[in-house]
């Protein structure tokens, strides 16, 4: 196989992130008060990963939209930022105090008419839907045990052509660690696997912050 790839150094990344992300103070205030969490704060996506989710969204035209884990807010701003004026997107959440902090930036950034937040298991959110809904767009970052459960959720909700895009898909890099046997390293490598072999989409795992697998249904 072809080497042909470029290793980020601390700097090069630097770099693409300055060549990606626009100054917002918004997301530049949601940043500093994410950071304030503590070690939690590396749940949120990364700024470029942010640029990454809104122009997918506008590049299909989603109008509808659905979000597994929202966390403090920044990857549901990026998402209702690609969608139309009178584009929907779902967030689906198990914790009032990190949400807390995502419905006050997203009074702040005007997003609030485009966002709903539902606070319960997204199984069960996902699970009580109307048979007839559908998403063009999704974004799945929670619990990684549940990953394959949320994925076969999600696709028959997928309209032809949408898009689920995958979060933390390369796990550090210990996907290909076979030593690694924890629960969570083990659901993301079988969805990883499951994905790559599934007719009824296409995908590519792209190496953005820690791993993005984008699937397009086709």
């Known amino acids: 196989m072809s080497e042909k790839f470029t290793g980020l150094t601390p700097e090069l990344y630097a770099y693409v992130v300055r060549m990606s992300v626009r100054d917002d103070d918004v997301l530049a205030k949601l940043a500093e ?14 700024p470029d990963e942010g640029t990454f989710l809104t122009l997918l969204v506008r590049a299909i035209g989603a109008r509808s939209a659905i979000e597994i884990g929202t966390f403090t807010g920044a990857s549901a701003i990026a998402i209702a930022r690609g969608l139309p004026q009178d584009g929907r997107l779902l967030c689906c959440d ?5 949400t807390a902090i995502a419905r006050r930036y ?4 005007a997003l609030e008419a485009k966002i709903e937040l539902r606070i319960a ?9 109307s048979p007839s809904t559908r ?3 999704a974004f799945l970052d929670a619990d990684k045990t549940s990953y394959a459960a949320y994925y076969e959720e999600l696709l028959p909700r997928l309209r032809p052509g949408g898009l689920i895009v995958i979060d ?5 890099g210990r996907v ?5 046997q924890s629960e969570s390293t083990r659901a993301i490598r079988g969805l990883n696997e499951r994905i ?23």
């Open 106 to 109: 997203f009074r702040a950034a």
């Open 176 to 180: 290909i660690d076979e030593s690694d």
């Open 33 to 46: 008060e994410t950071a304030g969490l503590g070690p939690l704060s590396r749940m949120q996506i990364a």
């Open 168 to 172: 933390n898909a390369l796990w550090g």
């Open 94 to 98: 198990v914790s009032d105090e990190w």
């Open 121 to 129: 298991p997204a199984i069960e959110t996902l699970r009580a839907l």
């Open 135 to 137: 998403f063009d767009f």
């Open 196 to 218: 790559a072999k599934d007719e009824r989409v296409d995908a590519v795992l792209v190496p953005i912050a820690d791993g993005v697998m984008v699937v397009g249904k086709k």
